[in-house]
């Protein structure tokens, strides 16, 4: 194996997946609904794999330890066996994250992303962009999303293996210049992890099935809009997938609420602005800040 480096940036879906294919192997980690994205130009992982004694994983200069850990790890796993029957040779794994981890602002993304792409490379596998996309969504749904720059579309698939499960670009970022902003409510870790919370919903909260079965119609109107270049029809959208999204966890037993207060606050501040002709839509993750869907200022 030889060294290899890959940036990924994290994306932001402006039609949101939550929940998991109940029919197929959890280590495929299928969505039950699709999802649209838009990738982020200024929130980014750098990723390094390159042989070493023994496994390692650090992120910003820390080693880190336990379920995360062991996650990278399975995931160099599945890289090298997809092309070598012999033991995995061991790597050091070392990730940058220019944005803050674990805290509803897609580090997972790009994390997976990046990791796919310098694995594939360092063990020399000669991989499509649609491979890398499905591998990326076996170590986090949305990094299936950040191989892909600009506007990005993930079906869900109906194929049992996931091979129709990959990521397609719609539109490239210089095709339609749109901006999010993030606001940042806290600092910190997110409460409730995505993959154990999109299971609670699916056992729990009786907007699950509803959310999944009106999710298809929000992926081809977003897309119709996209295509349109028409931001208030992609903005009612965005807005309506992240709030039906929100009210399924927030009905599961116990409540997923990700929300604080100056969450709240900041729905309300870009509401009011938009009353005054600015054209802001908000979305929110599995973290309580708010990102808001805008124009450039220099393409007004
Ligand atoms: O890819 P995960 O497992 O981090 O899940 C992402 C879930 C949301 O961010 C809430 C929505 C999405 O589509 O990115």
């Not at 900041?266 to 309580?288: F, K, Q």
Request: some cysteine; aromatic content about 6%.
């Amino acid at each position: 194996m030889k060294t290899a480096t890959a940036t990924a940036h994290s994306n932001i879906a402006l039609v949101k997946y939550w929940g998991k294919r109940a029919d197929a192997p959890p280590a495929l980690n299928l969505p039950a609904v699709g999802s649209l994205s838009m990738t982020l130009d200024g929130l980014r992982t750098v990723t390094t794999v390159a042989a070493a004694g023994s496994d390692s994983f650090s992120l910003d200069g820390e080693a880190v330890s336990g379920k995360p850990e062991q996650k990278v790890y399975a995931h160099l796993d599945r890289l090298w066996a997809s092309a070598h029957e012999t033991p995995r040779p061991r790597c050091a794994v070392t990730s940058i994250n220019h944005l803050p981890t674990a805290a509803g602002l897609a580090s997972s993304a790009s994390g997976f992303a990046a990791l796919t792409m310098a694995a594939a490379t360092a063990f020399e596998l000669d991989l499509t962009t649609a491979r890398l996309s499905e591998f990326s969504r076996m170590g986090s749904g949305s990094a299936a999303r950040s191989i892909f720059g600009g506007f990005v579309r993930l079906d869900a698939g109906e194929a049992a293996d996931g091979r129709d499960c990959v990521a397609r670009p719609l539109a490239g970022a210089e095709d339609w210049p749109l901006r999010l902003v993030v606001v940042q409510t806290t600092r910190g870790v997110k409460p409730v992890g995505s993959t154990e919370g999109m299971q609670a919903s699916r056992d729990t909260s009786p907007y699950y099935q509803p959310w999944v079965d009106t999710s298809i119609q929000d992926l081809d109107a977003a897309q119709a809009a996209i295509e349109a270049r028409d931001l208030p029809r992609l903005g009612a959208i965005v807005e309506h997938s992240c709030f039906k999204m929100h009210a399924c966890m927030m009905a599961t037993v116990p409540p997923i609420v990700y929300w604080k207060p100056a969450s709240l606050g900041a729905i309300h501040a870009v509401w009011a602005a938009r009353e005054e002709g600015l054209h802001g839509y908000v979305t929110m993750d599995a973290g309580p800040h708010v990102k808001v869907l805008c124009l450039s200022l220099i393409h007004i």
